[in-house]
């Protein structure tokens, strides 16, 4: 019986943003290599030790008062134990959440970090990749002799967004910028990315990707690359 894989981030950017280029990444193994300027990636490196030390009311009064789960306490990586879709086809999901915060009245919170401003609706391309890492924390397994922990229950998940506002000071070749933070709330739906799991698992299993999309930078990559 076959069991299918999939990382918290495919379920949302990949499958959302075209159907064609999802069913040849997972078929085929083909992806566009796509990587985040490494401007995020040292902006990531920079705040996240900063407000692990804090707590969330100090640096979001919109979220539940509570702390970081460091990444020390995490596996580098999580997993799912075998999980089992609306045909009762085996998947499971792996992948390194973002943010984890254990509240400290009741739960836990999932969170993104973005530097930028979503707007409500956009924020909601993150859902399925959220609520597939409380699905794995609800559920865990073991990858490589290392153990998921199991966290319930989650209570909240969510955008925290920084959007870069000013230049408030500079010194020489330090400059300092202030950003606004805000909170995009996202609900929890079970039923609903099981759903979307079926149907994403039915994409998988069809004998040919769907048609080309000539809007899709992504499929142009793809079609040259796969000849389907």
């Not at 076959?2 to 959302?16: H, R, V």
């Not at 999309?213 to 389907?228: A, G, H, I, M, Y």
């Amino acid at each position: 019986m076959t069991e299918y894989n999939f990382s918290p981030s495919e379920l949302d950017y990949k499958a959302k943003k075209c159907r064609r280029c999802f069913y040849i990444h997972k078929k085929y193994k083909i992806s566009d290599g796509g990587r985040p300027p490494p401007v995020f990636s040292s902006l990531d490196a920079n705040q996240k030790p900063y407000y692990q030390k804090l707590n969330t009311k100090e640096w979001c009064e919109e979220l539940p008062d509570g702390q970081f789960i460091t990444k020390d306490k995490l596996p580098a990586k999580i997993t799912s134990e075998g999980l089992l879709d609306n045909k009762k086809r085996k998947f499971k999901l792996n992948g390194v959440p973002d943010i984890v915060i254990n509240f400290k009245e009741k739960g836990f919170g999932i969170y993104d970090f973005k530097t930028t401003n979503i707007k409500p609706h956009k924020a909601e391309d993150y859902r399925y990749q959220l609520e597939a890492y409380a699905q794995i924390f609800a559920n865990p397994g073991s990858l490589k002799k290392t153990s998921t922990p199991k966290l319930l229950p989650i209570t909240q998940m969510g955008i925290i967004q920084f959007e870069p506002s000013e230049l408030t000071s500079h010194k020489k070749k330090e400059h300092n910028m202030k950003f606004n933070v805000s909170f995009s709330p996202l609900k929890r739906d079970e039923k609903d990315f099981y759903n979307h799991i079926t149907k994403l698992i039915d994409l998988i299993e069809k004998p040919n990707p769907p048609e080309f999309s000539d809007d899709c930078s992504l499929c142009q990559f793809t079609e040259v690359n796969s000849n389907l």
